[in-house]
């Protein structure tokens, strides 16, 4: 038993996208809800969110295996409940990304980003993660858990 989670985020990562998950029949068990992919411009990656081959960039599109993973450290970074662990690399993008040394990818909560005239608000940028409500990510980690808590990912863009 398992998932498969699909989240679509448009090119320009200033602006939301979705994630949904699918059983391992098919049948759509979460979602969609909004999600972010946008990374932060951190010097990581020469300032530039949008080098998704980098650390803390925008989040690459591609497949990769997953696993629920335990609490972040800091709640107001992930939120108050477990991430998922995008933990292997299998095609697209996430490949070329992985091999730049990018390998601690999750889907996260936290803190709501404060302005209301933020094109991805109440959501704010990662380094280079994929964030959630708090909210959202509870109801994510319930799903998941009960779907065998391994599976896959799926990242496009639309």
Known sequence: MGYHIIANFPTNRDY???LKVYSDNG???FGPV???GRGSNDSKNGNDHTNWKLQNADIPTGVAKTVVYDKGSSQSSYGPHKRVWLH???SGNFLIAEKNGRSEIMIH???PATSTSLSWYPLRPTYGCIRLSN???K???DVLVKNGSSGK???NEI
């Open 16 to 18: 939301k996208g979705t």
């Open 27 to 29: 049948d759509l068990v």
């Open 34 to 36: 909004e999600a972010l």
């Open 88 to 90: 292997q690399a299998v």
């Open 109 to 111: 909560g936290g803190d």
């Open 135 to 137: 909210d959202n990510q």
């Open 139 to 141: 109801k994510l980690i």
């Open 153 to 155: 990912i799926t990242v």
